[in-house]
């Protein structure tokens, strides 16, 4: 596994610079707190989007952007032992960390050969070949990226005729009888706990926030019909608290 060079800085804007950095200083307590962020759920939500990856061929090829520290990459790979994983994200901190995971999960037989890839960069402009992915995911990612019509371009680009996006994120519905709870989880308590365990509250409190305003679920579909995707459908989990929506490139 190698953590390919890139030219990134330079590329990044003001606000990638920050949430890269950002996601630097809360590594360490990362998964911890993810746990709390997602009500000690995300494993399953990871697990219910890895079952809908697509296969196209007998070689098949997964891209997870995003990747962060690498627990959607190895849930593709424990379910797809044969298949070649690849994760792309902006903060070398958050990949260090995945590549440690991926060597316990090696060294336990977690996982089997061949061992995943990870690279260095943007989602928008991800440095890897047109049409080498069967299926591409994006897991609690989205909300970070401002341009999601490059993202959304990005992945278009790299899946094979046929192949499938697929994105994992939060949501908060203001309409739900469990909003108030919600909120009050996400913007007090979230911070609070991530402060008390030794992470960076306002890191979480911005992660927390950026919930709030991420869009519907119906908007994310639009997004993707426009992009010239086909096929959309989402599903949602714990009470409508995550949300899962897939669509197809065309043949």
Same mark, same amino acid.
Request: net charge positive.
């Given at each position: ?7 990134l800085?330079?590329?990044? %804007?003001?606000f ?11 590594v ?5 707190i993810?746990r709390?962020?997602?009500?000690g ?9 890895t ?17 962060g ?7 593709? #790979?424990r379910?797809?032992?044969a298949?070649?994983?690849?994760? $792309? ?11 440690? #995971?991926i #060597?316990n999960? $090696? ?22 070949? *047109? ?9 609690f990612?989205?909300?970070?990226? %401002? ?6 371009s990005s ?6 005729p046929g192949?499938?996006?697929l ?5 908060? *519905? ?8 919600y909120?009050?989880?996400?913007d007090?308590?979230?911070p609070f ?5 030794g ?8 992660l927390?926030?950026?919930v ?6 119906? %908007? ?6 426009k992009?010239?995707?086909v ?6 989990f714990?009470?409508?608290v995550c949300?899962?929506v897939?669509?197809?490139?065309p043949f």
């Amino acid at each position: 596994m190698e953590v390919a060079p890139s030219s990134l800085t330079s590329s990044l %804007t003001p606000f990638q610079r920050t949430v890269r950095n950002m996601f630097g200083t809360i590594v360490r307590r990362y998964d911890l707190i993810n746990r709390v962020l997602s009500l000690g759920r995300d494993h399953f939500w990871r697990q219910s989007l890895t079952r809908r990856m697509l296969i196209l061929s007998d070689d098949p090829s997964f891209l997870d952007l995003a990747t962060g520290s690498g627990d959607q990459l190895l849930s593709h #790979k424990r379910l797809f032992p044969a298949a070649k994983v690849t994760g $792309l994200d902006i903060s070398e901190p958050m990949l260090e960390l995945a590549k440690k #995971k991926i #060597k316990n999960s $090696l060294t336990k037989g977690k996982i089997s050969l061949p061992e995943p890839t990870l690279i260095l960069g943007q989602a928008t402009e991800a440095p890897l070949p *047109d049409e080498s992915f069967d299926s591409i995911s994006i897991s609690f990612g989205l909300r970070n990226i %401002t341009d999601r019509r490059g993202l959304y371009s990005s992945a278009y680009r790299m899946l094979k005729p046929g192949g499938r996006l697929l994105i994992l994120e939060l949501f908060f *519905d203001p309409r739900s009888i469990w909003a108030p709870l919600y909120r009050f989880h996400l913007d007090k308590f979230t911070p609070f706990l991530a402060s008390l365990l030794g992470g960076r509250g306002g890191a979480y409190r911005y992660l927390a926030r950026s919930v709030l305003a991420f869009p519907h679920p119906a %908007t994310i579909i639009t997004e993707l019909k426009k992009a010239g995707f086909v096929k959309p459908q989402r599903t949602s989990f714990t009470f409508g608290v995550c949300m899962l929506v897939w669509a197809h490139k065309p043949f």
